[in-house]
C-alpha cells in the first residue's frame, strides 16, 4: 500500500540546474519524516506515473522551471491534456488527465513545486543562483511535508 504523500522529483542530475527535483528529494529524505511520504524520482514524466498517484491524499511534484520569477513558485495542480499528451515528457498536468482517464476518477490535490532555473547544459553543475533557489525550495517543501494537511498546504499556494 502505498503512503499517503507523494513527492515526485524529475530531472537529470547531469544537466545543469534540471537536477533541482532530484536535489529537493535528496535533501527531504534526510530532512523529513518519511513513515508517511513516498520519494520518487525520474527524468522526467511519463505516462505510467499516473498509476503512481492511486491510494494518496496528497501529491507534490517538484521541478526546475525557468518561468519562476521568484525562487520558487507553488501551484495547485489540475487534470489538462495538453501537448504534451503525445510526446515522451509530459506535463505533471497531462499525468493527471492520464490518472483521470484510466481510473474514472478525480485524482488526489496534486501541486507543484517549481525551483527558478536557468542552465541545463550538460555536463554543468548547478548555477550560483540555482543552489540559493534550492535553500528556499527545500525549506519550504519541508516545511510542507511535515504538515501533510490540504488546508494547510492550500495556504502556501504562490501562484492560483
Known sequence: MPKPVLLFGYGNLSRGDDALGPLLLEYAETHCDLDTIDVLTDFQLQIEHALDLENRRLVMFVDA???????????VLKPVRDKSYTTHAMSPAAVLDVYRSIKKQKPPPCFLLSIKAEQFELGDGLSVNAKENLVHACAFAVRLLDNPNLDFWLKQVTYA
Open 65 to 75: 522551471s525557468v518561468a519562476c520569477a521568484d525562487p520558487f513558485n507553488f501551484t
